[in-house]
């Protein structure tokens, strides 16, 4: 399925470097070097963390594993990587580079991180490292100028980039039908996740963010990480959030499923999931994303009208908040090698940021979408305890059906979430195309 990438690759390469050279021309550097960083330390331990790569450094090369290596870019030169490789019997070397990308890239094989810091260029630098590099001798001195060029244009993902997504999208499918065959057979939030993972063919570390995995009430909490080790003694409903990984680059998906003999909360995930499909098919370049943001809200009260849970229109139900009480998030967000991808709030490649609208204060994305940005869709119901007290308590009381939504609360919640390429014509699902591969 990533047998193009060696084809894909070069082009993606050569965007990435031209992107470099406009951004370091602000200052103007004579180099960017870019520290993949180092796992850091444990309190009061001689243990670290798992290691996770600098972002800056995955979007140049596929390397996830290089602790301490760096890429050198000077504007008209080939990119050096100077490749950390110790001698060490206590765990395991990572391999020197091989595949596709290697003959792009001058190689400088090392044995530490020091000596890797001392094969870096003496000139005028923007250095893109974690705190950590500092301890090494460099210190990171990222100017905001050349961030703001390098992040407004990592929006927009090259065809290398949306194949490694679409990838993501393929190894988190097959683990989400996993998942919910687990629930199905009745196993705890534990075992419902070691299916996910052993579908999935990477442990938790490997995954981009810590997978969400509520049965029944849990499904309320928008970040239940828990994972009781015993099964309910009814499975009456699952929201996994759960995605993966593919040569640094993530996915992000949620589903929502109904237990046996829960017809009603069936038919609402349905309205939400004819809901979340009518969102996606808005995905076109020149979309404002919070004006889609605030459509899903008049969208989502429609829904509870239909289901009988609030008495007042849908215009009404939005403009007084009571919607915010069942959809409290934002629509999604920008995604790629990062979850929550960066420049999400940019105003242009120069920086400044694009405020929220009123009355939605988590909102993580208010740009126009363009063609090559992702972006995910993930509406939301629940029945939170502690918001719907707020609404019993306001002046809005007697417009909800607290019976309906009481008889709800035992069901948690519902979101429903796909990652979607905006292009220059109809949206790419890579979501709801991967579940098609995975029957």
């Known amino acids: 399925m990533l047998a193009n990438l060696a084809s894909l690759y070069p082009r993606h390469l050569d965007t990435v470097r031209g992107h470099a050279d406009q951004a370091l021309a602000l200052a103007p550097f004579e180099h960017l070097l870019i ?21 800056h450094f995955k979007h140049w090369l596929p390397l996830t594993d290089a602790p301490g290596s760096w890429i050198v870019h000077t504007p008209g030169t ?77 929006s927009c993902k090259t065809p290398y980039e949306l194949a490694l997504m679409r990838e993501a999208n393929r190894i988190g499918a097959r683990a989400h ?17 070691l299916a996910y993972l052993a579908a999935a063919r990477q442990i938790d570390a490997e995954l981009p963010y810590a997978s969400i995995v509520g049965l029944n009430q849990h499904g309320a909490v928008l970040h239940y990480t828990h994972f009781d080790r015993l099964p309910p003694t009814a499975h009456r409903s699952l929201l996994i959030d759960a995605g993966a990984s593919c040569a640094g680059y993530a996915s992000d998906i949620t589903r929502t499923y109904a237990g046996a003999g829960a017809g009603e909360f069936q038919a609402l995930i349905d309205s939400m999931d004819a809901a979340q499909q009518g969102f996606v098919a808005k995905v ?67 920086g400044g940021s694009i405020p929220r609208p009123a009355g939605h204060p988590y909102l993580r994305m208010t740009r126009v979408l363009e063609a090559g940005m992702v972006v995910t869709i993930e509406p939301g119901l629940y029945f939170i305890d502690m918001l719907l007290q707020d609404l019993r308590d306001g002046p809005f009381n007697s417009e909800i059906d607290w019976t309906k939504v009481d008889h709800f609360r035992q069901y948690g919640g519902i979101r429903i979430e796909d990652d979607v390429a905006c292009t220059d014509g109809a949206p790419e699902n890579l979501t709801r195309d991967a579940f098609a591969q995975h029957g």
């Open 78 to 154: 080939k990119p050096r990587l100077i490749f950390v490789q110790p001698r060490d019997y206590w765990h395991v070397v990572p391999q020197a580079p091989h595949g596709y990308w290697v003959e792009h890239f001058d190689i400088v094989i090392v044995r530490s991180a020091a000596e890797a810091v001392a094969q870096l260029p003496k000139g005028r630098s923007a250095v893109l490292a974690p705190a950590g590099a500092a301890s090494d001798g460099v210190t990171a001195n990222p100017p905001q100028a050349v961030l703001d060029c390098l992040h407004w244009y990592r």
């Open 284 to 350: 076109r370049a020149g979309q404002s994303y919070p004006e889609l943001h605030v459509h899903a809200h008049h969208v989502i009260a429609g829904v509870l009208r239909e289901h009988g849970l609030i008495r007042m229109s849908a215009e009404g139900a939005v403009e007084s908040g009571v919607t915010s009480t069942f959809f409290p998030h934002g629509l999604g967000h920008p995604i790629g090698l990062q979850v929550h991808d960066v420049a999400g709030f940019q105003q242009s490649e120069r």
């Open 177 to 193: 039908r996993a998942a919910e065959a687990a629930f199905r057979a009745g196993e705890s939030e534990f075992g419902i996740h």
């Open 35 to 55: 520290g993949a960083g180092s796992p850091p330390g444990k309190f009061l331990d001689d243990q670290d963390y798992p290691f996770i790569a600098n972002p």
